[in-house]
C-alpha cells in the first residue's frame, strides 16, 4: 500500500507538470499567432515618410485595424511629435526623447532603446492638427481594447471630451464587450453625450435624460451650451431638446451644490487635523503650567523645516522620508522646547506677561535664525507618491489623499497622547501637577523637571503638526504665525488641559471655518469665528469642557 502510495504521487505530480507545460505551450502559441508581422507594421509606415496629412490619416487608419500592441506607442509618439524614421535604416522608426546627456531613442518594432543618438540622423514626421484630432480618437478606441483596466478606464474618460459622431460606433462595440462596471458606466456617458449631439430630436431628448444624475465637469459644460444664447437667440434650435437640458442640468446643479458642501466639512475635518496637531502640544502645556506660549508657532515652524532637512538628505527615497521626519521633527522641536524652558521661562513663573513678552521674543529670534539658515523664501517639500493623488468618489467629489492621511494621523496622535497621560508615571503626574502643584510638590514629584519635559513634549507635538504642514503648503520663516491665533482659540474654546475639549474645539472651528468661506470669504469667515468664540467665552469662560475640582479653582 505505501508503494502504491508513492507511485500515485508521482504520477500526480508527473501529471500536472505535464498540464502546466501544455497551458504554457498553448499560450505562447496564441501570442505567436496574434502577433502581426513586422511587413504588415511596416507597410503603413514607410508610407508615412513621404505622404501628404489626408495619405497619412488613411495610414492612421490602416494601423488601427492591426491587432499589433505595438500600434499604441506608435500613435502616441506621433501624437505628441516624436516619431521618427532613420535617414540611414530603411525600416527603424523610432520615437525619440530627451535625457541629461542628449536623446534616447525608442525602437517601436523591437521595443529597445538606444541612449545617446544623435537626432541628426532622424527625420520627424510632421502631424497638423487635422491628424492629431484623429490620432486623439484613434488612440482612445484602441485604449478601450486594451487588456488593461486603467488603460481602458482613461480611454473611456477621455471619450466624454470627444466630439466626433464616428466614435459612436465604437463606443456601442466597447459596450457589447465590456465586463467592468465602471468602464461600462463611462462608456455609457460618453455615448450618451455624442448622441445628445448628433442624433435625431426624440433621440437626443432621450440621451440628455440618461445623464441625469451625472456630475462629470464634460456633462455639465454639453448641458449647459444647449442653453447658451447669442444675440437674443439659443445656439439649439430644438426647444425639445433645451428643455430636457435645462432640467437635467438643474438636477445635476443640485447634486454638485451637496457635494461641495461634503467637500467643503472635508476640507474643515482636515484643517481641523491641523489645529489639533498644532492646538494640543499648547493645551498641555498652557494647562499643566500656565505659560502663554507665544513661541509655539515657531515649534511648528522647526518641525517643517526638519521635513525639508530630511528630504535633502534622503533625496532617493522621497516616499520613506516622512517616517524618519516624524520622530526627528519630534526630537528636534521639543529639544529646543526644553531648552527654552530651563533657560529663559523656569525664570518667569507666576509672571504672566513677563512670560508672554518673553516667549514673542525668541519666536522672533528663531524667525531669524531660520531665515540667516534657510534664507527668507519658502522652501518646497516633496508630497511622497503615495499621499499624491485623490481619491475619486464622482465627478464633482474627490478626496485628496494628503488631506485624508493627515486626519488619520491626527488621531493617531492624539489617541497616543491620550494613553501616555492616562497609562504611564509620567502621565499620571503630570495630571497630578495639573490639579494641584503645591499638593504634587509635597508628594515628592520635581515639579521643575515635569515643567520642562510637559514643555518638551508639547513642542514637540508641534514639531509633528509641522510636518503634517509640510505637505499642505511650502515652508518659510511664518509658516507658524498663521496658526498660533487659531491654536490659542482651539485651546480656550475646547477647555484648557483637556484632550476632547481641544479636539471638539479644533473640528468646530476648522469645519465652521470653511462652510462660511464659500459666503464670507476666508477673513470675514476668521472673523465671524472668532465673534462666535467670544460670546461663548463670555458665557462659559472655562470652555466647552472645563476642569473640575481643585484645577478649576486655581
Known amino acids: 500500500m505505501r508503494m502504491s502510495s508513492v507511485w500515485l504521487t508521482r504520477l500526480l505530480h508527473v501529471t500536472a507538470v505535464i498540464f502546466i507545460l501544455t497551458v504554457n505551450t498553448l499560450l505562447f502559441a496564441r501570442n505567436v499567432m496574434a502577433a502581426v508581422p513586422d511587413s504588415e507594421l511596416l507597410t503603413p509606415l514607410a508610407e508615412l515618410k513621404s505622404a501628404n496629412f489626408s495619405k497619412k490619416e488613411q495610414v492612421v487608419t490602416d494601423l488601427s485595424n492591426l491587432d499589433d500592441d505595438r500600434v499604441i506607442p506608435i500613435l502616441s509618439g506621433m501624437l505628441e511629435g516624436d516619431l521618427y524614421y532613420s535617414k540611414n535604416a530603411a525600416d527603424v522608426f523610432v520615437v525619440l526623447s530627451s535625457i541629461?546627456?542628449?536623446?534616447?531613442?525608442?525602437?517601436?518594432?523591437?521595443?529597445?532603446?538606444?541612449?545617446?543618438?544623435?537626432?541628426?540622423?532622424?527625420?520627424?514626421?510632421?502631424?497638423?492638427?487635422?491628424?492629431?484630432?484623429?490620432?486623439?480618437?484613434?488612440?482612445?478606441?484602441?485604449?478601450?481594447?486594451?487588456?488593461?483596466?486603467?488603460?481602458?478606464?482613461?480611454?473611456?474618460?477621455?471619450?466624454?471630451?470627444?466630439?466626433?459622431?464616428?466614435?459612436?460606433?465604437?463606443?456601442?462595440?466597447?459596450?457589447?464587450?465590456?465586463?467592468?462596471?465602471?468602464?461600462?458606466?463611462?462608456?455609457?456617458?460618453?455615448?450618451?453625450?455624442?448622441?445628445?449631439?448628433?442624433?435625431?430630436?426624440?433621440?437626443?431628448?432621450?440621451?440628455?435624460?440618461?445623464?441625469?444624475?451625472?456630475?462629470?465637469?464634460?456633462?455639465?459644460?454639453?448641458?449647459?451650451?444647449?442653453?447658451?444664447?447669442?444675440?437674443?437667440?439659443?445656439?439649439?434650435?430644438?426647444?425639445?431638446?433645451?428643455?430636457?437640458?435645462?432640467?437635467?442640468?438643474?438636477?445635476?446643479?443640485?447634486?454638485?451644490?451637496?457635494?461641495?458642501?461634503?467637500?467643503?466639512?472635508?476640507?474643515?475635518?482636515?484643517?481641523?487635523?491641523?489645529?489639533?496637531?498644532?492646538?494640543?502640544?499648547?493645551?498641555?502645556?498652557?494647562?499643566v503650567m500656565g505659560v502663554i506660549n507665544m513661541a509655539h508657532g515657531e515649534m511648528i515652524m522647526l518641525g517643517a523645516y526638519t521635513t525639508y532637512v530630511i528630504q535633502q538628505l534622503m533625496p532617493n527615497y522621497i516616499d520613506y522620508s516622512l517616517f524618519v521626519a516624524i520622530p526627528a521633527a519630534f526630537l528636534v522641536s521639543g529639544a529646543v522646547g526644553v531648552v527654552i524652558e530651563r533657560g529663559v521661562i523656569r525664570h518667569l513663573y507666576g509672571r504672566p506677561l513677563e512670560t508672554l513678552l518673553a516667549t514673542f521674543g525668541i519666536s522672533l529670534i528663531l524667525q531669524q535664525a531660520v531665515r540667516t539658515i534657510f534664507s527668507p523664501l519658502n522652501q518646497s517639500v516633496t508630497t511622497p507618491a503615495w499621499m499624491s493623488g485623490s481619491l475619486e468618489i464622482n465627478g464633482a467629489l474627490s478626496l485628496t489623499y494628503n488631506r485624508l492621511y493627515i486626519i488619520l494621523f491626527s488621531l493617531v496622535v492624539l489617541f497616543t497622547l491620550a494613553l501616555l497621560l492616562r497609562k504611564t508615571l509620567f502621565g499620571l503626574q503630570m495630571r497630578a501637577v495639573t490639579q494641584n502643584r503645591r499638593m504634587a510638590s509635597s508628594m515628592g514629584i520635581r515639579t521643575g523637571w515635569l515643567d520642562a519635559l510637559t514643555f518638551g513634549l508639547g513642542s514637540g507635538i508641534a514639531g509633528i503638526a509641522g510636518v503634517a504642514l509640510s505637505q499642505l503648503t511650502n515652508v518659510g520663516p511664518n509658516l507658524g504665525q498663521a496658526y498660533i491665533i487659531d491654536s490659542f482659540m482651539v485651546v480656550v474654546f475646547g477647555g484648557v488641559g483637556n484632550l476632547v475639549g481641544t479636539f471638539v474645539g479644533a473640528m468646530s472651528l476648522g469645519i465652521a471655518n470653511k462652510l462660511m468661506e464659500p459666503f464670507a470669504g476666508a477673513v470675514l469667515a476668521k472673523i465671524l469665528v472668532l465673534v462666535v468664540i467670544i460670546l461663548f467665552i463670555q458665557k462659559y469662560p472655562r470652555g466647552l469642557f472645563a476642569l473640575k475640582g481643585r484645577a478649576a479653582e486655581d
Open 100 to 287: 541629461e546627456s542628449g536623446y534616447q531613442a525608442f525602437n517601436v518594432m523591437t521595443a529597445e532603446s538606444t541612449p545617446d543618438i544623435s537626432k541628426r540622423d532622424y527625420k520627424k514626421i510632421s502631424v497638423n492638427n487635422s491628424l492629431r484630432r484623429l490620432l486623439r480618437e484613434t488612440l482612445a478606441s484602441l485604449q478601450l481594447r486594451s487588456s488593461n483596466l486603467d488603460t481602458r478606464i482613461e480611454a473611456a474618460r477621455a471619450m466624454m471630451k470627444s466630439d466626433d459622431e464616428g466614435n459612436i460606433k465604437p463606443l456601442r462595440q466597447a459596450l457589447q464587450k465590456e465586463q467592468n462596471e465602471t468602464v461600462l458606466h463611462l462608456l455609457a456617458v460618453s455615448e450618451a453625450m455624442l448622441v445628445a449631439r448628433h442624433g435625431e430630436s426624440q433621440e437626443r431628448v432621450a440621451a440628455i435624460g440618461k445623464l441625469k444624475g451625472e456630475l462629470y465637469p464634460e456633462v455639465r459644460s454639453l448641458l449647459a451650451g444647449f442653453l447658451i444664447q447669442r444675440n437674443g437667440e439659443f445656439q439649439e434650435p430644438d426647444a425639445d431638446v433645451r428643455q430636457a437640458a435645462a432640467d437635467v442640468l438643474e438636477s445635476i446643479e443640485d447634486l454638485v451644490a451637496f457635494n461641495k458642501g461634503i467637500e467643503n466639512v472635508y476640507f474643515g475635518i482636515s484643517l481641523g487635523a491641523v489645529l489639533l496637531l498644532a492646538a494640543v502640544g499648547l493645551s498641555i502645556t498652557f494647562g
